[in-house]
């Protein structure tokens, strides 16, 4: 009979057999993804950089930070074309190597009123960039190992993210200076190993062709992106879904850490940065189980579970006054987004066009990445005139509807899934 320790251990390597016989360039993405995670300074502390060093009120940095989003969109578009027309590792390289070098302009100037465009900057080429690393990952890919390569580099991510808030939480009042250097780079050393290790992935004319003819999710399309996205209205739909979930969410880099400071002091930005690092270890943890036990359910399915988290998580925050309550808080929405991370994108990438990757890459994230944009500045609005617990409380209703619209198109997908089972059925037993 085997001891308890030998089961458990078996557990733990059948979890973990899941990142097992990926393919290679996946490995390479996960440690250019970890080294980019370790170096995310800036974007955590963004909004206590804008008001405690350069003296912005709350909706002047919310308002900042949501023109500063937008920016996004017409790198994300003209990334997008270009990653399509000429190659993915091309596009990504010149883009991320530029968004870092605006970083390292930050460092230089200091508490300069001009750091906030060299920040603009680069946000314009990190959504240059963003698409064509999606549409990579997706072309050396299948449907088959496609969440698990998913989940992998969106573990990778969150290893960093464990020791990059601690550092900047303790960089921010000490060497503000080395937000921006450490985030810039360790955005050239991830541009170096992809640059090293991984080929050009775009797919060829006569893959493309080929797709055409067929009957997957994925197949190709002609005409332009929105001809495309509209012979997939269940995906668009998705997407505006989870524009409800994505404005709850980045809350957590606008209202969390105003709202830490206030109730704790100093304390609270040390506070805001361990929350972080607890975010990422609980990333770590969940990731390989969830993927090795919701992969058998339908994406959908998952996602509802995920938006119940967040439900329950960004709610809560209204009325938590001690830290322990923070930290308890933070356990239950990164389950949610656990869920939801390791779901979404493998949603979004098999319902997408062979030949419309990159573009889909571009589009759909400012679909879904509407709430995000405009929730610094609908939240400091809300933040100045009613306060940050009223907040919370509009975070988790719009949680709550994201969630249900999810549940919906799940409830129609599977109606639809039951037809086509049935039509297949008939089909086969007529002579």
Excluded at 219 to 228: D, H, I, N, T
Excluded at 383 to 391: A, K, V, Y
């Amino acid at each position: 009979m085997k001891s308890e320790n030998e089961l458990k251990n078996k557990t733990r390597q059948s979890i973990w057999q899941v990142y097992n016989g990926l393919p290679a360039p996946i490995y390479v993405l996960f440690w250019a993804t970890l080294i980019n995670g370790v170096g995310i300074f800036v974007y955590p502390f963004l909004v206590l950089f804008l008001t405690q060093k350069l003296g912005y009120g709350d909706a002047q940095a919310g308002l900042f930070m949501t023109i500063a989003s937008i920016l996004y969109i017409p790198g994300s578009f003209l990334g997008s074309k270009l990653a399509d027309k000429f190659g993915r590792k091309k596009v990504m390289l010149i883009s991320q190597a530029l968004a870092s070098s605006m970083f390292l302009i930050c460092g230089v100037l200091g508490d300069s009123e001009l750091v906030p465009a060299f920040i603009m900057l680069n946000l314009l080429f990190d959504g240059a960039c963003d698409p064509a690393r999606s549409a990579l990952q997706t072309d050396v890919t299948s449907e088959e190992n496609r969440q698990a390569s998913f989940s992998l580099t969106y573990l990778g991510h969150n290893l960093g993210f464990i020791v990059g808030p601690l550092i900047a939480g303790i960089l921010f009042y000490r060497a503000p200076q080395w937000l921006f250097w450490g985030n810039g780079i360790a955005g050239f050393i991830a541009v170096m190993l992809v640059m090293w290790k991984i080929p050009e992935s775009k797919p060829d004319t006569e893959t493309i062709e080929k797709s055409l003819h067929s009957n997957s999710l994925d197949k190709a399309e002609r005409g332009g992106v929105f001809k495309a996205l509209f012979t997939r209205p269940r995906l668009l739909i998705f997407a505006l879904c989870q524009t409800f979930m994505h404005f709850s969410y980045s809350q957590t880099l606008f209202a969390l850490p105003l709202y830490t400071t206030r109730l704790f002091g100093e304390y609270g930005a040390t506070l805001y940065g361990t929350m972080m690092s607890l975010n990422g270890v609980v990333v770590v943890v969940l990731t390989p189980f969830a993927v090795s036990k919701l992969r058998r359910f339908n994406p959908l399915a998952n996602i509802v579970i995920a938006g119940v988290f967040f439900t329950i998580g960004f709610s809560l925050f209204g009325i938590a006054y001690l830290p322990w309550m923070f930290y308890v808080l933070a356990v239950i929405y990164t389950t949610g987004e656990v869920i939801s991370a390791t779901n979404v994108n493998y949603y979004v990438a098999n319902n997408t066009p062979i030949s419309h990757r990159a573009r889909f890459s571009a589009i759909m994230p400012i679909i879904m990445g509407f709430g995000q944009g405009i929730a610094p500045m609908v939240g400091g609005a809300i933040s100045e005139r009613h306060g940050l617990n009223l907040l919370w409380a509009l975070v988790g209703i719009t949680a709550a509807i994201g969630t249900l619209g999810v549940f919906i198109l799940y409830l129609v997908d599977k109606r639809t899934c039951k037809k086509e089972a049935v039509h297949g059925t008939e089909s086969s037993d007529t002579p």
